[in-house]
Each structure stands twice: as structure tokens, then as C-alpha cells.
């Protein structure tokens, strides 16, 4: 061949390659800003790593609170009617100055053209492809709750096991269950649930009722009333001061409630709970814009990157907050030994906002839902605390008559977004790891009231208030 020949197929071969890489890069800019979440190198997307997605913050407020107040009033709002009589207290609905704005810059950043263009369904069918492989259920062959096996209609098996969990979590699960921090010693006495009968789901709202006190502290408290900031806290606990409410909500923060158009639905509540930093602007249409209580961890408190001490986002409503306790529930022991500086957050909180009603959680209850849980169960469950979807499920029975929980336990829409406000991908969000969510929801399933059909469409338990019922007489705690 002739030179000049040659040269031409040279140039031909490289203005092929030349097109080729220039159509690669157009087909991965068009997927990514369909599915902005995995935009990661693009070796992981094409070779079915897993991708690394960055975690943001874990996890305005409006509506009203009924507030007890046959003497001073906990949170006195400047037109509130005289003490003495039940008032509903307005909560600012100021927006979230910090967290807020940053989700809507976040969102801005994630959205491309298409992604507003393209419609949604579309979008998802797409993100499905570049979804890492482990979020789409091979990872864990074994687990059922997420992999192909799942059938239409099916919902949470109120018998699940850490036997029915793939290889990772069931190592994740041995390694906390070989953990005692907080010098549990229910199971080391042969307690464990093992061999006994079955309770019904009447029975379990018995025992729950009967065997767990829901409390706050309160200033005459020791060591706290010996303490120079003791009187911060408040002279009542919380189930003195607040409520009754007829229907109550409880809205985890699960990745299942994304696009579930249930926000609506939950605002029609008397009151409604949410979870740590959980947002709801931005999100009303699946989340709905009221909050009356916000459970928030110590955790939350202490991390930089909650801003609680500058963010609007707990200036306003009602907060009780919990720290993991030894299991003992000793004050004096806790005071000098938090997972996370829960009181010194807590006062400089109170000294900049002390009209605002803020409770902390007596950790005597946390143990005791977490007895009752391991109780009627037929295996070991780790030794820490429950989840503050638990806790703040049981918080809520004791204040109103009827409760609905949005997504603790997954609907059709289960997913492994963790949370409906991130991009964070993980199994471990909906069975646990740390805390026993797994056997939390086996024991929400057992006393939910409502039928299946319910947690399958809505992700929606029904449970009845502790003062709904009556039970045979218990031992004293």
C-alpha cells in the first residue's frame, strides 16, 4: 500500500476512536445526570463496583401541642389564654437556616436538565442499571426482605432471623451480639428468650405497657438537683405536660418514603413525630410539613455536622433527646460516663433558647423496651439500646390514643436508601446493626392493629395508645 494510503486509513482509524471516546463521555454525562447518586469513577460504574457515595448528615416545623397546665406553663406562647387552661401552643415554622439550604444545594447540584425533563419512572429504570450491584440484591443471595425472591403483596415476616441475613450483615450482627458495653446482664442470667411460648400481640401490648415506664427526667432528680444547672430541666416529665392527642404519627426517616405522596396523610394528624434531622422541607409531598416532638440522639447533638445548636431546624417544637445508658440505668453512673455530651450540649442549648420545651428521655426506658424485645424473642439480640424509631413509637403510645408509623416496617416501595433526605445506600439501615432493629420490627409486626394490606401500600403500623386498653394486673416495676 502506497503511503499516501496509508496515511488516509491512519487518520480514518483515528478519527473512529476519536468518535468512539467522545460518545462514551456523552452516554456517561446523559446517565449521570439521570441518576446523580452514583456519580462515582466511571471504572466502578462499568465494572460493577460498588459504589462510594458520600454520607451526608444522619440523621420547619408548624402545627400545634397541647399543653397541660393546671399550674406554669412549660412553654408559654405570648397570646396562649391563661394558665390553667388546655391551649394550643404555636410552634414557629421558621425555616431550617443550615440543613435545609444545604439539602436544597445538594438537590440543585444533583438535578441536571434531564433530570428535570426525562420523567421519573424513566429516571428510576436508568438509575436501576447503574445502581451498584449490591443494592440490587446480589450482594446478600440469602436475604429475602429486598432480593428477587420477595413477592408482590408480601410484607415484613414478623419471624425474621439473623439466619435469614446474607454473609455480611450475619457477621456485622455477630460482632455487635459479641458486644457489652453497657453491661447487659439479662441474657447472661438465662432470660433470653429461647424455648418460650409465642405472646400474642395482645399480650405483647401488655407487657409493654405494663413493663415499661415512660419518664423524663425531671430537676429534683439527683445528681441533677444538686447540680448548678439542674433547674434547666424541667420540674414535670413529659407525659405530665403534654398531650392527650387523639392520632399521633410517627414518620421514620427510611428511604422508603420517598416519593410515597403520603405527606398530606400525616399532616391530618394531631400531632406528628420525627427522627433526629430529619428535613421536611423540600419533602412535604412524602413527608408532610408538621412536627410537634422531634426524638433526637445524643449523637445528633454532639456532631458538627448537625448543627444543632445554630440550625433552625430544632429551634422550635418540642425536643427530647436520649443518650445510651449503662444497663444498670444508674444516674449517677450515666452523668459521669455518656456515650456523647448530651448534658453539655443540653445546657448550652437551654441557655440560648429557654422558653423552648426540651426533654431527655429517662434511660431507665430504653432498657426496659429493650427487655421486652429480647424477651419474646428466640434469639440473642445485641446488647444496645433500641432505635429511636422504637423508643419514639413508645414515647407516642403513652400520649395519644391512636398512633400510625410511616415505614418502620418497609412497604412496596422498600428500598436500601437509607433515609429519604441522603443518597446512602445500605441493607443495614432496615435490619440493623448496632441497635436490634431487626427484632423491633418482629415486635411492632406482632402488635400492629391494622391489616397487612396497610404496611404494603403505605408502610403504615396502626398501634393503640397504652390508655385504650386494659390489661390483667402486672408486677410492679
Known amino acids: 500500500m502506497d503511503p499516501v494510503g496509508r496515511r488516509f486509513l491512519l487518520r480514518r482509524c483515528a478519527l473512529r476512536r476519536v468518535i468512539c471516546v467522545g460518545l462514551f463521555g456523552l452516554v456517561t454525562v446523559l446517565l449521570y445526570s439521570l441518576y446523580p447518586e452514583n456519580r462515582v469513577p466511571i471504572a466502578h460504574v462499568f465494572g460493577g463496583v460498588q459504589a462510594h457515595t458520600r454520607q451526608w448528615s444522619r440523621t420547619q416545623l408548624s402545627g400545634g401541642a397541647i399543653i397541660r397546665t393546671p399550674g406554669t406553663p412549660v412553654f408559654r406562647h405570648p397570646q396562649s389564654p391563661p394558665a390553667g387552661q388546655h391551649h394550643r401552643v404555636p410552634l414557629d415554622s421558621s425555616p431550617n437556616v443550615t440543613l435545609e439550604r444545604g439539602s436544597r444545594l445538594r438537590r440543585q447540584k444533583g438535578e441536571g436538565l434531564l433530570s428535570r425533563l426525562v420523567p421519573w419512572p424513566v429516571s428510576q429504570m436508568v438509575g436501576k442499571l447503574l445502581r451498584p450491584r449490591q443494592d440490587r440484591g446480589r450482594g446478600d443471595s440469602n436475604y429475602d426482605v429486598f432480593g428477587q425472591r420477595s413477592m408482590k403483596g408480601q410484607v415484613w415476616n414478623e419471624d425474621m432471623s439473623k439466619s435469614m441475613l446474607g454473609e455480611r450483615l450475619k457477621k456485622v450482627f455477630q460482632n455487635y451480639q459479641a458486644m457489652n458495653k453497657y453491661g447487659v446482664r439479662f441474657q447472661e442470667n438465662g432470660d433470653a428468650g429461647t424455648g418460650r411460648p409465642k405472646l400474642s400481640g395482645p399480650e405483647l401490648l401488655c407487657r409493654l405497657k405494663g413493663r415499661v415506664r415512660v419518664s423524663t427526667l425531671t430537676s429534683d432528680l439527683a445528681p441533677f438537683s444538686e447540680l448548678p444547672w439542674g433547674s434547666l430541666l424541667p420540674s414535670r416529665t413529659l407525659t405530665i405536660d403534654l398531650g392527650p392527642f387523639k392520632t399521633c404519627a410517627v414518620v421514620s426517616s427510611a428511604g422508603s418514603l420517598k416519593h410515597s405522596g403520603l405527606g398530606s396523610e400525616i399532616d391530618q394528624h394531631d400531632a406528628v413525630l420525627r427522627f433526629n434531622a430529619a428535613p421536611t422541607a423540600g419533602y412535604e409531598k412524602d413527608v408532610g410539613a408538621k412536627t410537634t416532638i422531634r426524638l433526637i440522639n445524643s449523637q445528633v447533638m454532639a456532631s458538627d455536622d448537625h ?171
Not at 441522603?422 to 432496615?430: G, H, K, L, R, S
Request: proline share 9%; aromatic share 16%.
Open 307 to 477: 448543627y444543632f445548636l445554630s440550625s433552625a431546624l430544632y429551634n422550635t417544637g418540642i425536643l427530647v433527646a436520649w443518650d445510651p445508658a449503662p444497663y444498670s440505668s444508674d444516674l449517677n453512673e450515666w452523668y459521669n460516663k455518656t456515650d456523647y455530651p448530651i448534658f453539655q450540649q443540653y445546657q448550652k442549648y437551654r441557655s440560648m433558647h429557654p422558653e423552648q420545651p426540651f426533654y431527655i428521655l429517662h434511660p431507665r426506658m430504653e432498657w426496659q423496651v429493650w427487655e421486652q424485645i429480647q424477651d419474646n424473642m428466640a434469639e440473642p439480640i445485641q446488647r444496645n439500646p433500641p432505635s429511636s424509631g422504637l423508643l419514639g413509637t413508645v414515647l407516642m403510645m403513652s400520649l395519644c390514643e391512636a398512633v400510625h408509623v410511616y415505614e418502620f416496617l418497609p412497604s412496596q416501595r422498600k428500598t436500601k436508601l437509607c433515609h429519604y433526605y441522603q443518597q446512602f445506600y445500605d441493607e443495614a439501615c432496615t435490619v440493623g446493626a448496632y441497635h436490634p432493629l431487626l427484632y423491633e420490627k418482629n415486635l411492632v409486626k406482632r402488635i400492629n392493629l391494622g391489616p397487612d394490606h396497610d404496611i404494603y401500600t403505605h408502610g403504615r403500623v396502626t398501634l393503640p395508645g397504652f390508655d385504650t386498653f386494659s390489661c390483667p394486673p402486672s408486677p410492679a416495676l
